[in-house]
């Protein structure tokens, strides 16, 4: 025994756990505020491509998704593996676009309409034809804030 | 005098909230979305298009990029590495050169008068239906990276400050100078058979 210790034989204290869950609601509550569910499942596969000068998307209520790329596995025996476009959950046709853009600036708020910001998730291997349809899509639909969604990193 | 409840015993309840608590943990997504800002042009019937007014061929940097990702700038074969300089002296033409943009002198806030490019400067990103994604936005990466280093460089020089600590005025004069011009042509297929 250490000589500082003096051996009265008193047992050491238990230590108060009275304040954990305390502690962990306060964990719980962080991230049940700064959490945000998954609101479509992915039906496409999607590597983005990498970039430097990105900017961040601030506001989530402003942006919404183009999905493009190869559809997953269990699809491919359906659709074949050329790059398709899914929207919301479905996946759908270029002709679709139109009308996505439509009902998505109405589930908008009404000062936040022209703020609007489509964010396309391409897979990098995908080929321009079909981007350049959505973009001539885009701005038949008068979208014309987008956003080429990708991964900080340098290129080549 | 009513009875004393008998307390009850609090112990579970942090199992409870981490069990909660890592619930959240699990399904949290932290990533926030990043990418390329982009502006597209106003859409236009193709029956309109006919009557835009002719742009002096050395006012216009092409970019093309075929179905084999190769690039061509300015008619010459080029490597992604390169176009960043080439953007770089397009958008300055240091020597007033003949063949890179005309300049005109104009009356920017904070520099007083200063050569910057006509109007009518403005690059050109032309790409193939076959060209890959990637590539295309590396492209597109490299063009913007050209234009925010000039910013930058600018903003460093008479402010002695980054870019981005500069205030809405002083941003608004630099990006004045250095307007970020990259029209994306109408699809057009190029180097195809």
């Known amino acids: 025994m250490s000589k500082f210790r003096k051996d009265d034989g008193k047992e050491t204290p238990q230590i108060s756990t009275s304040a954990l869950p305390d502690i962990v609601f306060m964990l719980l509550f962080f991230f049940m505020v700064t959490t945000t569910m998954r609101e479509t499942t992915l039906k496409v596969s999607i590597a983005l491509p990498q970039a430097t000068e990105i900017s961040k998307l601030e506001k989530k209520s402003l942006v919404s998704y183009v999905y493009v790329g190869p559809p997953q596995k269990q699809y491919i025996s359906q659709l074949g593996s050329e790059p398709r476009i899914q929207l919301n959950d479905e996946f759908a046709k270029v002709g679709d676009i139109t009308d996505f853009v439509e009902s998505e600036r109405q589930a908008m708020d009404e000062n936040e309409q022209k703020q609007m910001i489509v964010s396309l998730k391409v897979d990098e291997y995908t080929k321009m034809g079909i981007v350049t349809d959505i973009k001539q899509e885009l701005r038949k639909a008068a979208a014309l804030h987008i956003n080429y969604s990708s991964r900080q990193g340098a290129n080549y | ?193």
């Open chain 2, 1 to 193: 005098m009513p009875r004393k409840l008998p307390e009850y015993n609090a112990s579970s309840l942090a199992d409870i909230a981490f069990m909660l608590l890592i619930f959240f943990l699990v399904t949290t997504t932290m990533d926030i979305d990043s990418g390329l800002e982009r502006r597209l042009p106003q859409w236009v019937d193709p029956e309109d298009i006919e009557d835009t007014p002719p742009i002096k061929e050395r006012n216009v940097f092409v970019v093309l990029v075929d179905r084999n990702n190769r690039l061509m700038v300015e008619g010459e074969l080029t490597r992604v590495e390169d176009l960043k300089d080439k953007a770089k002296e397009f958008l300055t033409n240091p020597m007033n050169d003949e063949t890179l943009p005309e300049k005109e002198v104009k009356e920017v806030p904070f520099f007083g008068p200063y050569e910057v490019l006509t109007k009518s400067s403005v690059i050109s990103l032309q790409n193939d239906v076959g060209t890959t994604y990637g590539t295309y936005i590396a492209v597109q990466n490299e063009l913007v990276a050209a234009i925010n280093e000039l910013r930058e460089n600018l903003a460093q020089r008479k402010f002695g400050k980054s870019y981005e600590d500069l205030n809405e005025d002083q941003q608004d004069a630099v990006k004045e100078i250095y307007p970020q011009k990259i029209s994306e042509a109408e699809p057009k297929k190029i180097g195809g058979r």
